[in-house]
């Protein structure tokens, strides 16, 4: 009985999770905003819908199954996630050039300056 409920809540708020990541789809502005609300809130919903699915099979022959689904979903989501990303900026043409970009130290008021550059 509790082992059900506990389930039953798993795959529950999975199914909320999936619902608030389709409404971050629609609602939000840009593509990189959109793109970041499916591909959090969606990991998050299959990993909860497998921990659930896991908790109902109760059996290690289906859970090693679904631990290796969940192994390749986190290996696979976060790179698809950044090749979309670095495709959404390139297309947007928000930065026209891609070597301009700002390191990490760079002082913006000096303007951006290439690795190893002396002041």
Do not use: N
């Amino acid at each position: 009985m509790l082992l059900e409920l506990l389930v039953a809540v798993f795959l529950l708020a999975a199914g909320v999770l999936l619902l608030i990541a389709a409404w971050g789809v629609v609602a939000l502005p840009d593509a990189l905003a959109r793109q970041h609300a499916a591909t959090k809130a969606g990991t998050l919903a299959l990993a909860t819908a497998c921990i659930g699915a896991m908790l109902f099979a109760l059996d290690w022959a289906w859970s090693w199954r679904i631990l290796l689904i969940l192994g390749f979903l986190f290996a696979t989501l976060p790179v698809a996630s950044h090749m979309l990303a670095r495709a959404a900026v390139r297309e947007s043409r928000l930065i026209p050039d891609v070597s301009q970009v700002p390191l990490i130290g760079d002082d913006p008021a000096q303007g951006h300056q290439k690795p190893g550059a002396g002041t």
